[in-house]
């Protein structure tokens, strides 16, 4: 039996500002290859810049096309842009985003494979000068991982929540600019995730 793996999601997802070329998604696949019997194929999906809506159409052409017995989905942050130009507003209005949100879990209902979303982990804000053109907040990150963790629950869709854990911790170790963690966050965020399958024998 082949069991295969895909993942959905943004630059962070992609593995963006990792200086091994892994992401977390790699790793995370050398784990379960490594700790685990049988064969396994992994596909990321993911693409740098992806928004909710970028994801939601890639999984009509990308997901649906193939077999899949789980699909991991971290996608989110670029819908958190705050623009100068814009007098910081959102990219996204709350209720595009929650639509699109139900449209993806729709689309990926159809596969019948598992699914596992991923909440949105902090921004590191003092990273952001004053002559940032583009910024991002993690106000606006909890009040998200909250709508996603109520849609999650509507559709009874697995939910991995790491927020508040990766809060207290010192990101500046960890991210490699304001968003994106380096070669050593995206080996925890691999670790905390084959943790978060195994003990919930999602694997």
């Keep these: 039996m082949i069991y295969s793996i895909g993942m959905v999601g943004d630059s962070i997802a992609h593995g ?5 070329d892994l992401g977390f998604f790699l790793r995370l696949a050398k784990m379960i290859k490594a700790q685990r019997e049988g064969a396994y194929l ?6 740098s810049g992806d928004n909710i809506a970028d994801a939601t159409n890639r999984a009509v052409h990308e997901v649906l096309s193939r077999h ?5 989905v971290n996608v989110g942050i670029n819908d958190l842009r705050r623009r100068k130009d814009s007098d910081w507003t959102l990219d996204f209005s709350e209720g595009a985003r929650v639509m699109y949100w139900h449209k993806l879990l729709d689309v990926l209902a159809l596969t019948k494979a598992k699914i596992v979303v991923t909440d949105l982990i902090p921004v590191i804000e003092n990273r952001y000068t004053d002559q940032a053109s583009l ?3 993690n106000a606006d990150v909890e009040r998200y991982n909250q709508i996603i963790k109520k849609i999650c629950k509507e559709w ?20 490699k600019d304001a968003i994106h963690p380096n070669a050593k966050g995206q080996q925890i965020m691999a670790e905390e995730l084959y943790a978060y399958l195994s003990r919930n024998k999602i694997l």
């Design 135 to 137: 910024i991002r907040c």
């Design 42 to 47: 992994f596909s990321n999906m993911s693409q």
């Design 156 to 175: 009874n869709v697995s939910f991995f929540a790491r927020y508040d854990k990766w809060k207290a911790q010192n990101l500046e170790e960890l991210y």
């Design 68 to 72: 899949f017995d789980l699909i991991i």
């Design 16 to 20: 963006y500002e990792d200086s091994e």
